[in-house]
């Protein structure tokens, strides 16, 4: 959604998600869930294109609407490199290639700078805490684990065998991470507070048009004399 709000095609939004919480965005009636979002209201609003998540655990939304003949579009932005080619595509099949080409280039001249930045720099060792007790952690072949190593660092629990787990406390303290990052509303455990942490705000989580500014800030915080 974001995406699509950056390419310009706010007016032709006619649905959201719940999650969808942008200003330009009020009073467009919800779908309910990005996924098995609610059919009917869908339908209703009489849409010539639907962006849906590609999703094993969703391929009733995808036959409905191939049944019913509406358009439909799915995207899987898990990586660095899924998020460019989504901006592309959604310019090509919106019409809007200029807006998605000078986007796609302002990223692209960020996420250079970063690398840049912290060539040849030392990788700290950090853990991505998500919430959740046991705390969450961040693992390979995720955005975030990718925006940890751009940004010049090691994810400890770049081993995980998971996207995403639950590690007891006595495995997070054994990994010795020199750098904690946590997600807005995440807290370090006490065990940990002689551990340097900080806490990102949730856009930096969200993979999207925002790719630039979220690689910046978190190598901003591994290696702020990178910055200066």
Not at 16 to 39: C, F, K, M, W
Not at 49 to 73: K, N, P, Q, Y
Not at 182 to 200: C, I, K, M, Q, T
């Amino acid at each position: 959604t974001e995406t699509l709000l950056a390419l310009g095609l706010s007016n032709h939004l006619v649905g959201r998600t719940e999650y969808d919480e942008a200003p330009e965005l009020r009073g467009r009636i919800s779908v309910g869930g990005g996924l098995q979002p609610n059919l009917e209201v869908l339908i209703s609003l009489d849409p010539d294109l639907v962006i849906r998540f590609a999703s094993e655990s969703d391929i009733a939304t995808a036959e409905r609407l191939t049944d019913l003949g509406i358009r439909h579009f799915a995207i899987q932005p898990d990586g660095i490199t899924d998020i460019q080619s989504i901006i592309l595509r959604l310019g090509a099949i919106t019409g809007t290639e200029s807006s998605a080409d000078s986007l796609l280039t302002e990223i692209r001249l960020a996420l250079g700078d970063v690398r840049q930045r912290v060539d040849g720099l030392p990788r700290p060792r950090i853990a991505y805490l998500l919430g959740g007790e046991p705390p969450w952690v961040a693992g390979p072949g995720t955005y975030i684990h990718e925006l940890m190593i751009l940004g010049g660092g090691t994810n400890v629990f770049g081993d995980l065998g998971q996207l995403y787990a639950p590690v007891s406390l006595e495995e997070l303290i054994s990994r010795k991470p020199n750098l904690l990052l946590l997600s807005e509303n995440g807290l370090a455990p006490p065990e940990l507070w002689s551990v340097p942490s900080f806490r990102l705000p949730g856009s930096i989580e969200v993979p999207g048009p925002g790719l630039g500014y979220a690689a910046q800030e978190v190598a901003r915080l591994i290696h702020p004399e990178a910055f200066r």
